[in-house]
């Protein structure tokens, strides 16, 4: 299984990204898909995970993010609306599946305040 990451970029305050996340190889709907983010000097976070029966998200990004799957294309994305420059980090997606959990390159989102 492998992931790819998609749409980083720097937006201004109050602007909006979308990341996508390809994923290639043995994938199931029942997989957890997800995005985590790691801002300068502070631990990684979960940022938003879809399962196959509800998606659950951070407190810091409820109401401004939405993450959604098409399964069909094996692709997670997350819509990020409202960004603030605390936002600000590189952004992984994740796959579990069959129990191991994997990794995309991660993309670099900027915002400026």
């Known amino acids: 299984v492998q992931l790819q990451a998609f749409g980083g970029g720097l937006v201004q305050a109050g602007g909006s990204l979308r990341l996508s996340c390809v994923a290639s190889?043995?994938?199931?709907?029942?997989?957890?898909m997800g995005w985590w983010r790691r801002a300068p000097g502070k631990e990684r976070e979960l940022v938003a995970v879809?399962?196959?029966?509800?998606?659950s998200y951070a407190a810091s990004v409820k109401g401004r993010f939405t993450i959604s799957r098409d399964n069909a294309k094996n692709t997670v994305y997350l819509q990020m609306n409202s960004l603030k420059p605390e936002d600000t980090a590189v952004y992984y997606c994740?796959?579990?599946?069959?129990?191991?959990?994997?990794w995309g390159q991660g993309t670099q989102v900027t915002v400026s305040s």
């Open positions: 994740q796959l579990d599946n069959w129990g191991l959990r994997y």
């Open positions: 190889g043995s994938i199931f709907s029942f997989d957890a």
């Open positions: 879809a399962t196959s029966s509800d998606n």
